[in-house]
């Protein structure tokens, strides 16, 4: 089984992750978050080279907030679909922000193992951020 827990570096060199940074630091200032104060932004590289976009934004009813990367994975579908090949996700400060658990597994729906995210740590790929993940093939399996 071939080791995932670091991508290549030509893949991760091929991404322009500060014009990415940039454009979820430009959706973190558009968030919506009243409540929480806590401002999420996430830009995201297509594999046909498009970036999709999005932010937090909160709701009253605490429980039905949407996070930003909602709203990317929304607008990757809504402007034509695609892979996410690589997506950066920042917080108040414009730094790196690890997604939570819900938004990991977004992540590895619409991006699969290889989809390289920024995280405080550096760049990985969704193989090392949600190891062993559940997805379609599991559906599949189950059916028969």
């Given amino acids: 089984m071939a080791d995932t827990s670091s991508p290549s570096p030509g893949a991760v060199d091929a991404v322009d992750w500060e014009s990415l940074r940039l454009r979820a630091?430009?959706?973190m200032e558009r968030a919506?978050?009243?409540?929480?104060?806590?401002?999420?932004?996430v830009a995201?590289?297509?594999?046909?080279?498009?970036?999709?976009?999005?932010?937090?934004?909160?709701?009253?009813?605490?429980?039905?907030?949407?996070?930003?990367?909602c709203g990317m994975v929304?607008?990757?579908?809504?402007?034509g679909g695609g892979r996410l090949t690589a997506v950066f996700c920042?917080?108040?400060?414009?730094?790196?922000?690890?997604?939570?658990?819900?938004?990991?597994?977004?992540?590895?729906?619409?991006?699969?193992?290889?989809?390289?995210?920024?995280?405080p740590e550096g760049v990985l790929p969704m193989s090392a951020v949600l190891p062993q993940a559940f997805g379609a093939e599991d559906l599949r399996h189950a059916e028969g």
């Fill in 74 to 79: 929304s607008e990757l579908h809504a402007s």
């Fill in 32 to 41: 919506y978050a009243p409540y929480s104060r806590f401002r999420v932004g």
């Fill in 25 to 27: 630091v430009e959706l």
């Fill in 44 to 69: 995201g590289l297509v594999d046909d080279g498009r970036v999709v976009s999005g932010c937090n934004v909160e709701n009253a009813a605490y429980g039905v907030a949407l996070c930003a990367e």
């Fill in 90 to 119: 920042v917080g108040g400060d414009g730094q790196a922000l690890m997604p939570c658990g819900r938004c990991r597994q977004l992540l590895w729906e619409n991006g699969g193992p290889e989809c390289l995210l920024m995280t």
